[in-house]
């Protein structure tokens, strides 16, 4: 396994980024961005995103500047952390939340495949913990996917940190889900937690772009749980 020297030790804590999305409305409340970070320790059966499970080198983003980068729509409200495992870059995400409110109030909603339990006995994410409105917290068991809310599978719970996002009216156990495929020149990306079918539609369509008959296309991010 390859790791990551600089993004947990050192003053100034660099991220090792899978993807980013400025501005969706597919992963929390109101229009929000978002950064995958690169690498998990889980490997849950059907996975959104197993592209994104090894801890190999990504692209490396000093917190501020990717601040700057996910804060670029003005209409921007919040920030969403996913993955891969966000924290395992723990210490990088507080880095980067921090420099965020340096600009903007943004509200901060994370996914990890930990339990809050444990992460609570870790020093190195009290920080990142302190600075998240909601973390979605459990690893992704596909049995238990019952195609509802921003969780993954019913075993993720939901826990509101912080009182900001509780009385917004977004429904994160139960709301209808939403996705939001966007293409960048040959690369598309699958953004949410999609409702049933999506998935399956959605490798369809990158299989048969990446068919012989058809201009190669290089490997096609989605969004993991
Ligand atoms: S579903 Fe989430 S926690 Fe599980 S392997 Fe994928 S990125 Fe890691």
Not at 116 to 132: H, K, N, Q
Request: proline residues 10%; positive net charge.
């Amino acid at each position: 396994m390859n790791t990551i020297p600089s993004a947990q030790t050192g003053a100034a804590p660099v991220l090792n980024v899978a993807a980013t999305r400025v501005g969706t409305r597919a992963l929390g409340p109101g229009l929000r961005s978002v950064v995958w970070v690169q690498g998990c320790p889980f490997h849950c059966a059907g996975c959104l995103a197993p592209d994104w499970i090894p801890d190999r080198p990504a692209r490396r983003a000093h917190p501020a500047d990717l601040a700057a980068e996910l804060l670029a729509d003005p209409r921007v409200s919040g920030l969403t952390l996913s993955g891969g495992e966000p924290m395992q870059q723990a210490k990088g995400l507080a880095a980067l939340v921090r420099a965020a409110r340096a600009e903007r109030d943004v509200t901060v909603v994370c996914f990890t495949g930990h339990r809050l339990e444990r992460l609570r006995e870790r020093p190195d994410t009290a920080d990142l913990l302190a600075l998240t409105d909601v973390l979605i917290d459990g690893q992704y068991v596909a049995r238990l996917d019952d195609g509802r809310g921003l969780r993954g599978s019913s075993n993720q719970r939901v826990h509101h940190l912080t009182p900001r996002l509780a009385a917004c009216g977004y429904d994160f156990d139960n709301r209808p889900r939403t996705a939001e495929i966007t293409v960048d020149g040959p690369e598309a990306l699958l953004v949410g937690v999609p409702p049933p079918g999506v998935l399956a539609a959605f490798d369809a369509a990158v299989t048969a772009v990446r068919s012989p008959r058809a201009t190669p296309a290089p490997p096609a991010p989605r969004q993991p749980t």
